[in-house]
């Protein structure tokens, strides 16, 4: 079954301790990215990739990081988490062929920095 | 990138036909319209992608007009279970030449009354 899996799913954790969420896709699709979604401002885009080692930002990339050394995977970093990182955070990934942009998104992952 | 501009809220009673209209001005030669549908603590899922004219699958219509400046979503006979928020895309991946950034904005709110 074609999937974008994401973990975990929810996630409290403190101001300052490291984290990461991880992203994996079975569809052997190039494009990867993660979204923000909070209430009153829509889905925005953190970081986005088009292949192994190709990362670029989206919309509202500070205080993340991500990496893509695989093409299955796209972990996303919260190097030193802040209450204002709290949201629901969507993985997703899509084919670049024939001018497709069909997004497949995972199931979200709820984090709450305290 | 095409900025797009979509009315924040809907009400429909059910069996009614539905229209959110989406005005992307900037829109450039290469971009692609698209449309998802976002239920609470859901990931977005694909409902309609057009480049001009009109497109139809069996969820929903998309018409778009020769200027491609706007975009009209049209789902016929709605029922309580289209409360969703529907958002429009407008962007260009795979011509190797456009941004692959998405944007996918605040999205309209769409609340089917009984």
């Known amino acids: 079954e074609a999937q974008v899996t994401q973990n975990p799913r929810y996630l409290i954790t403190v101001t300052g301790k490291k984290l990461t969420v991880t992203c994996s896709q079975n569809m052997n699709h190039e494009y990867m990215s993660w979204y923000r979604q909070d209430p009153g401002l829509g889905l925005r885009q953190i970081y986005y990739s088009m292949n192994v080692e190709v990362t670029d930002k989206g919309d509202v990339p500070e205080g993340y990081k991500v990496s893509r050394k695989e093409k299955r995977n796209f972990p996303l970093i919260l190097e030193s988490p802040s209450p204002n990182q709290t949201s629901l955070y969507f993985c997703?990934?899509?084919?670049?062929?024939?001018?497709?942009?069909?997004?497949?998104f995972g199931p979200g992952t709820r984090l709450t920095v305290l | 990138l095409a900025k797009t501009t979509q009315p924040i809220s809907m009400d429909s009673y059910e069996g009614q036909e539905v229209n959110i209209t989406c005005s992307h001005n900037n829109i450039a030669t290469n971009d692609y319209i698209t449309w998802y549908q976002q239920f609470p603590s859901q990931g977005p899922r694909f409902i309609i992608q057009g480049y001009k004219t009109k497109v139809t699958n069996e969820v929903a219509s998309l018409f778009i007009p020769a200027d491609r400046k706007s975009s009209t979503l049209s789902l016929p006979r709605v029922s309580l279970s289209d409360t969703a928020v529907y958002y429009c895309l407008v962007g260009d991946m795979g011509s190797g030449a456009g941004s692959y950034q998405l944007t996918f904005g605040k999205g309209t709110k769409l609340s089917v009354i009984p």
């Open positions: 997703a990934s899509s084919s670049l062929a024939d001018f497709t942009d069909t997004q497949y």
